[in-house]
């Protein structure tokens, strides 16, 4: 609130009493010499007059005091009307947009590294930006990246069929038209959960319980979301609604894990025909609490870490992997209209499906949105 500069108040009693007081006392004064001289009469007068002195007085406070209320209302701010800006209330402030990206090779590709804003405005600012670099080791092959603001965004889990498993759940694909109305940004979940070495905990229920140490996407009850290591990092809490385990940390403290190899076929996923390039994905956390999503069509464990690390990521997981299950969109609807595949486009040409995937009820396969937040 703005603060209202007024006088100081007068220690004496408020306008208007003062001058009611000596109105008043001198009516008092004569009343002894009305009511005659015996000493019954002089008693008689004292007594009345302290009864008269008592109820002016009193009359004279109570004026004070109405006069120091309404002087108090005459100069107490004015509420807002309905419908007005409060200056109290919390306006949706970004996260510092990201700096452009380094890539592995040069000289450069146009566009490369750059940052490019996508997906619908929340309150008027971009709340995701996509560039890409081409795959380290792969110089003729480009791998997309999505930076996305959680100060903007409030992410979801959407549960499947195939993972993590049965039909009671409330989210699930198609997102709903109300929900659309609000969608950013959407990408893939984890593995199965037979091969995701790790539980999930949604809408309540724990799918597969949840294991310490586990690289671990934490949704909490805001909307802000979060990449950690589960026990260390992040941990359950009254505020935590969703929790999508997969695997161990893949980036911890700024860098790739000790351990990788480039030739790993099953660690780090099973994949199509043993080799160890394919498509991946992961998920990871910056300094600022930014996510960033990789995904390239011919990554093998370590290069998808580096992609990771070069985004900025602090933490990060893989996700799934292999043609099919690694994809990304953002939607660019303007405000309240809703997201679909008519205004949406996917981070790389080559993933499978299409934007509309997300509004297919053969989806089965758990994912996250990103749908614009409103001020609180």
Same mark, same amino acid.
């Given at each position: 609130?703005?603060?209202?500069?007024?006088?100081?108040?007068?220690?004496?009693?408020? +306008? #208007?009493?003062?001058?009611?007081?000596?109105?008043?006392?001198?009516?008092?004064?004569?009343?002894?010499?009305?009511?005659?001289?015996?000493?019954?009469?002089?008693?008689?007068?004292?007594?009345?007059?302290? !009864?008269?002195?008592?109820?002016?007085?009193?009359?004279?406070?109570?004026?004070?005091?109405?006069?120091?209320?309404?002087?108090?209302?005459?100069?107490?701010?004015?509420?807002?009307?309905?419908?007005?800006?409060?200056?109290?209330?919390?306006?949706?402030?970004?996260?510092?947009?990201?700096?452009?990206?380094?890539?592995?090779?040069?000289?450069?590709?146009?566009?490369?590294?750059? @940052?490019?804003?996508?997906?619908?405005?929340?309150?008027?600012?971009?709340?995701?930006?996509?560039?890409?670099?081409?795959?380290?080791?792969?110089?003729?092959?480009?791998?997309?990246?999505? @930076?996305?603001?959680?100060?903007?965004?409030?992410?979801?889990?959407?549960?499947?069929?195939?993972?993590?498993?049965?039909?009671? @759940?409330?989210?699930?694909?198609?997102?709903?038209?109300?929900?659309?109305?609000?969608?950013?940004?959407?990408?893939?979940?984890?593995?199965?959960?037979?091969?995701?070495?790790? #539980?999930?905990?949604?809408?309540?229920?724990?799918?597969?319980?949840?294991?310490?140490?586990?690289?671990?996407?934490?949704?909490?009850?805001?909307?802000?979301?979060?990449?950690?290591?589960?026990?260390?990092?992040?941990?359950?809490?009254?505020?935590?609604?969703?929790?999508?385990?997969?695997?161990?940390?893949? !980036?911890?403290?700024?860098?790739?894990? +000790?351990?990788?190899?480039?030739?790993?076929?099953?660690?780090?996923?099973?994949?199509?025909?043993?080799?160890?390039?394919?498509?991946?994905?992961?998920?990871?956390?910056?300094?600022?609490?930014?996510?960033?999503? !990789?995904?390239?069509?011919?990554?093998?464990?370590?290069?998808?870490?580096?992609?990771?690390?070069?985004?900025?990521?602090?933490?990060?997981?893989?996700?799934?992997?292999?043609?099919?299950?690694?994809?990304?969109?953002?939607?660019?609807?303007?405000?309240?209209?809703?997201?679909?595949?008519?205004? #949406?486009?996917?981070?790389?040409?080559?993933?499978?499906?299409?934007?509309?995937?997300?509004?297919?009820?053969? @989806?089965?396969?758990?994912?996250?949105?990103?749908?614009?937040?409103?001020?609180?």
């Amino acid at each position: 609130m703005h603060e209202v500069v007024r006088e100081r108040p007068h220690r004496g009693p408020a +306008p #208007g009493a003062a001058a009611l007081a000596r109105r008043l006392s001198p009516r008092a004064r004569d009343l002894p010499a009305a009511v005659g001289g015996s000493s019954g009469s002089r008693r008689a007068s004292v007594l009345l007059a302290a !009864v008269v002195a008592v109820s002016l007085g009193a009359l004279a406070a109570s004026s004070a005091a109405a006069a120091a209320a309404q002087w108090t209302r005459s100069t107490r701010p004015t509420r807002p009307a309905a419908g007005a800006p409060r200056h109290g209330s919390r306006a949706l402030r970004p996260l510092p947009s990201p700096v452009q990206l380094r890539p592995f090779f040069a000289p450069l590709v146009a566009g490369e590294g750059s @940052w490019r804003a996508t997906g619908r405005l929340v309150a008027g600012k971009p709340a995701v930006y996509e560039t890409t670099l081409r795959e380290p080791g792969s110089p003729g092959v480009e791998a997309g990246v999505a @930076w996305m603001d959680t100060r903007l965004l409030r992410a979801k889990l959407y549960s499947g069929s195939i993972s993590p498993g049965g039909l009671s @759940w409330k989210y699930t694909a198609p997102i709903e038209p109300a929900a659309a109305r609000t969608v950013v940004a959407a990408f893939n979940g984890g593995f199965k959960m037979q091969d995701a070495n790790g #539980g999930y905990f949604s809408e309540g229920k724990i799918a597969a319980p949840l294991r310490a140490g586990a690289a671990s996407l934490v949704i909490y009850r805001s909307g802000k979301a979060t990449v950690g290591m589960w026990g260390r990092d992040v941990r359950m809490t009254p505020a935590v609604v969703a929790v999508r385990q997969n695997l161990n940390l893949l !980036v911890d403290h700024g860098a790739p894990v +000790p351990g990788l190899s480039p030739y790993d076929t099953s660690a780090w996923g099973s994949t199509l025909g043993g080799t160890p390039n394919v498509w991946r994905s992961g998920l990871g956390v910056t300094a600022d609490g930014a996510l960033v999503y !990789v995904s390239g069509p011919a990554l093998n464990v370590v290069q998808l870490a580096e992609l990771l690390q070069r985004a900025g990521a602090v933490r990060a997981m893989e996700l799934d992997i292999n043609p099919f299950w690694t994809v990304f969109a953002a939607y660019s609807a303007p405000t309240g209209v809703q997201a679909s595949a008519a205004n #949406g486009a996917d981070l790389l040409p080559g993933m499978t499906g299409g934007p509309s995937r997300f509004f297919d009820p053969a @989806w089965a396969r758990d994912f996250v949105t990103m749908s614009a937040t409103t001020p609180g």
